[in-house]
């Protein structure tokens, strides 16, 4: 995924930075995670080009999954610095024809107590068990809303990593605002028509006092027909 050759989906919404199509996956906590799905081999023709190896969709809990307030905190610790540290809370419930669900969560960590080369200057070895530089935080929240045919979901994420550039320590920021909005119109008993409109903000690469900020703005439109065959079509 950070070379930008394997797509991942958050619900069907694109996840991989807009500049170089990468993406890090500590942005994305297990607790939210209802299903994995996966697609092995060339997607590019269906999801883009971004799918070149593979498509990766990650679904989250629903109302019905939630069924109420959960709250959980986790705490890891690698060596003499902490591996990660988080709490979040979701809550969702579903009715008879209105399901919704919340989810936030915040966290940080470090990525690895171990010894690296510098990331721009040859021959220089941090040693991040004694130094900063290997660390990230971690903001997430999502909210879905379904009525009937209706479906709305909305997607939040800010993420700070950290890089050295000789001694001095820099934090790089990738945030992410992703909503999905989508309606079935049941035309008749075998024919839907789903029209949905998808919109991204993404900001990456964003480092303060480095002239680095890219933010891209990304609106897609699409339908989807679906119809369904029988016997009596033969």
Do not use: C
Request: no cysteine.
């Amino acid at each position: 995924a950070n070379e930008g050759k394997v797509l991942i989906m958050v619900d069907g919404q694109e996840m991989n930075d807009l500049t170089f199509a990468g993406i890090d996956l500590n942005r994305y906590y297990i607790n939210e995670i209802k299903r994995i799905e996966i697609i092995r081999g060339p997607g590019s023709a269906l999801y883009g080009g971004n799918a070149e190896l593979g498509v990766i969709n990650i679904i989250t809990k629903e109302g019905h999954d939630i069924d109420g307030v959960s709250v959980n905190a986790a705490y890891g610790q690698m060596g003499s610095v902490t591996g990660r540290r988080n709490v979040d809370i979701s809550a969702g419930k579903k009715f008879k024809d209105m399901e919704f669900a919340v989810s936030g969560m915040l966290g940080d960590g470090t990525k690895t107590d171990g010894k690296g080369l510098n990331n721009f200057i040859d021959g220089v070895v941090n040693d991040f068990s004694k130094e900063k530089g290997a660390g990230f935080t971690n903001q997430n929240l999502h909210g879905s809303f379904r009525y009937k045919d209706f479906e709305l979901k909305y997607l939040f994420n800010n993420y700070y990593t950290d890089f050295t550039y000789g001694p001095d320590l820099y934090r790089d920021q990738f945030m992410n605002h992703n909503a999905d909005l989508k309606y079935a119109f049941h035309i008749n008993e075998k024919l839907t028509m789903t029209p949905r409109l998808q919109g991204t903000y993404a900001r990456g690469y964003n480092t303060p006092g480095w002239e680095t900020m890219r933010s891209v703005d990304r609106v897609q439109l699409s339908d989807n027909f679906k119809y369904i065959i029988t016997e009596d079509d033969f």
